[in-house]
Each structure stands twice: as C-alpha cells, then as structure tokens.
C-alpha cells in the first residue's frame, strides 16, 4: 500500500468503498452505491486534467467542462444525512438517541461517503484551479482563490437542482435543452439563499482543511 501513489490510494479506496455498499447496504439506503459513484467521477476526472497542461489543447477545456458538470455530486453525498432521519434514532420517551448498532452502522457509512467526497473533492478543486490558474493568468496566481469561490458557487446551485429538482448532471449530457429548460423555475429568494449557505459550509471546509495542513506541517 505505502508504494502506491495517492492517487491510486484514493482510486482502490473509493473502489473497495462502492463495492461494499453496493454488495452489502440494502434498502432504504441502497442508493449510497450510485452518489457515491457520482462523487467519485468529478475526483477522477481531475487526476486527468494534470496531463493537460496546454491552455490551447482543446481536450484541456473540454474535461475541465466535464469536470465542472459533475464536481457539484462531490458535496452533494454529504445532504444525503438527512436520511438517517428515516431510522428513527430517538426514543419515543424523552428523545435519547437509540443505542441501536444497526443505526450507528448506518450512520458511520454514510459520514464515510460523505465526508471522503466532501473532502478528497474539496481537495482535487483546489488543484484544478490552481492548474486552470497557472495556465490562464500565471502572473496572478492569487486569481486561484477566485475559481475556487466560482467553483464552489456553481457548485451550490448544482446540488440545488440535484436535491430539489432531482436532477443528475448526467442529464445535461444527454437532454441539453430539457436540463436548461428545468433551469429557469428554480431561481427565487430562498434558492439564492440556499446557495450562499451551501457555499460558505464549502469554503469553511475547505479553510479547516489548508488550516489543519499549516497546523501539521508546523508540528513537524
């Protein structure tokens, strides 16, 4: 393990990660498998990017649009905890959590999923817009932190239409003008709203994370 690269460690681990939920969770939760796997394709989509470091190859802007389509499934894993409601994990009487170890497995899988596409996707944006950066405006690498606001942006408003509209970036693929159709009844107060909220918990995280890298590297 410690000669694999890390990307390949982050590849076998998300590999191992849906196999097991699709062999062994059963319903209502059965559906981990799929968005799991749907924030997973954004994380490996960015380890191809690297391979493009030409501002001019078509192929560069093309993934990156492939990338921007499916990255919003990354963060989208970690709204899927409000399912945990369907356990009914408080006790009728005065409210206690239930000690109930098929609710606390429950739990622990699903802070798996969404935390490991949280994270490892918070970590690959980054570095697509460190890269998208460098290629573009070399000499304003501070332009970095601005795509990562945007990214995360558009990526708010994708989870958005994922989780009320219940639509899957797949869709944009394959019926273009229907998915932007569906577009223009979403914008009101409280999906502007929605998206700042979502946004700011994104770049909070992404904070605590370069936040903790400065605290260990100091340590060290």
């Known amino acids: 393990m410690k000669h694999l690269s890390p990307t390949w460690r982050i590849r076998l681990f998300f ?3 849906i196999i097991l939920l699709k062999l062994f969770v ?6 981990m498998a799929f968005n799991t796997f749907l924030g997973y394709v954004p994380i490996e989509l960015s380890f191809h990017l690297k391979h493009f470091n030409d501002r ?3 192929a560069f802007w093309v993934l990156l649009i492939i990338w921007l ?17 369907w356990l009914h994990p408080h006790t009728s009487i005065n409210g206690i ?7 606390w497995l429950n739990f622990a899988m699903m802070m798996v999923c969404a935390l490991s596409c949280l994270l490892i996707g918070t970590a690959t944006l980054e570095r697509t817009a460190h890269q998208l950066t ?10 970095c932190y601005l795509w990562i606001v945007v990214f995360m942006t558009l990526a ?12 899957h970036s797949i869709y944009l693929l394959f019926t273009p003008t229907w998915f932007f159709r569906q577009l ?9 709203e929605f998206v700042v909220i979502m946004t700011i918990l994104q770049l909070i995280v992404y904070w605590l994370m370069k936040v903790s890298q400065h605290f260990s590297i100091a340590d060290k």
């Open 156 to 167: 708010s408003i994708g989870i958005y239409i994922g989780r009320f509209l219940r639509l």
């Open 56 to 58: 001019r190859a078509l």
């Open 15 to 17: 590999w191992v990660l």
């Open 184 to 192: 223009w009844s979403i914008w009101s107060v409280r999906m502007v």
């Open 69 to 85: 389509v499916f990255y919003p499934n990354a963060p989208y894993v970690m709204t899927d905890l409000f399912h945990l409601s």
């Open 97 to 103: 959590l239930r000690s109930d170890p098929l609710i």
């Open 134 to 143: 460098k290629l573009t405006t070399p000499r304003h690498p501070r332009l």
């Open 26 to 31: 059963r319903a209502p939760y059965d559906f």
